[in-house]
């Protein structure tokens, strides 16, 4: 942190979505959770962005992100 062309998320065993939303709230990526998760953000406006892990068992999981 902080990113400029892609980032990687890793997960140990978990099965859920992935969901990043900027400031205002607006979704800008979604996928399927997978063990190791590539997201380009190239195209992103530089700033902060917020990382949400939902996974199907156990409480969620939310982290920050910044984007030159």
Do not use: M
């Not at 990043?20 to 979604?30: A, L, P, S």
């Not at 063990?35 to 999981?61: E, K, M, R």
């Amino acid at each position: 942190n902080p990113a400029n062309n892609q980032f990687f998320i890793k997960t140990a065993n978990l099965s859920g979505q992935l969901v990043i939303r900027n400031t205002i709230g607006q979704e800008v990526n979604q996928q399927k959770l997978n063990s190791v998760n590539i997201i380009d953000c190239h195209l992103w406006q530089p700033g902060v962005y917020f990382v949400f892990i939902q996974p199907n068992t156990g409480a969620p999981i939310s982290k920050r992100i910044i984007i030159e």
